[in-house]
């Protein structure tokens, strides 16, 4: 079996692959349908029962908080990334689409404090610097570091206590 093989058949159809936006976060945590068994949510919005789980438990995005308002690019990040959702056409998210849209959009302090607070926890953004999905995660799948040469990174040899004092 080739590697490419390997990879395509760990892909799951049903859910929404790539980073999940911060609105979507915000609308799981604190939205219309946070009390929900959290196997509903995750067929809901796509995602795994995991992810839905780690977010409800603030394990991560723990920068989005009760407080936060998503700016309009935010919402729109959010939209985009539930049209990519694998029951779209069947009409089985309309009602989270709707939910946000008709959340309150941030003022420029607010959205400006919410990126300040991101920053700080190092979260990540949705899209790439060339504009492109970035991946979901990442943290732990590093490439291994190249092991340093010999001669490379070696200390200068001491000097010892004699020399120094003469």
Do not use: C
């Amino acid at each position: 079996m080739t590697e490419q093989a390997a990879v395509e058949k760990k892909v799951n159809p049903n859910i929404i692959n790539g980073r999940m936006p911060v609105a979507v976060v915000a609308q799981i945590r604190f939205g219309n349908n946070k009390g929900d068994a959290t196997k509903d949510l995750a067929a809901m919005y796509g995602t795994t029962v995991g992810k839905i789980d780690d977010i409800k438990k603030n394990r991560n995005f723990a920068y989005v908080g009760a407080d936060f308002k998503p700016t309009q690019e935010q919402i729109d990040q959010g939209l985009e990334w539930l049209k990519r959702h694998p029951k779209y056409n069947e009409g089985s998210v309309d009602k989270i689409i709707q939910e946000l849209e008709t959340t309150p959009v941030a003022t420029a302090e607010e959205a400006a404090k919410f990126e300040a607070d991101r920053v700080a926890a190092r979260g990540q953004s949705v899209t790439t610097k060339d504009g492109s999905v970035a991946d979901g995660g990442g943290g732990n799948r590093r490439k291994p570091r190249k092991a340093k040469s010999e001669g490379e990174g070696e200390a200068a040899p001491q000097a010892t206590g004699e020399a120094l004092l003469a």
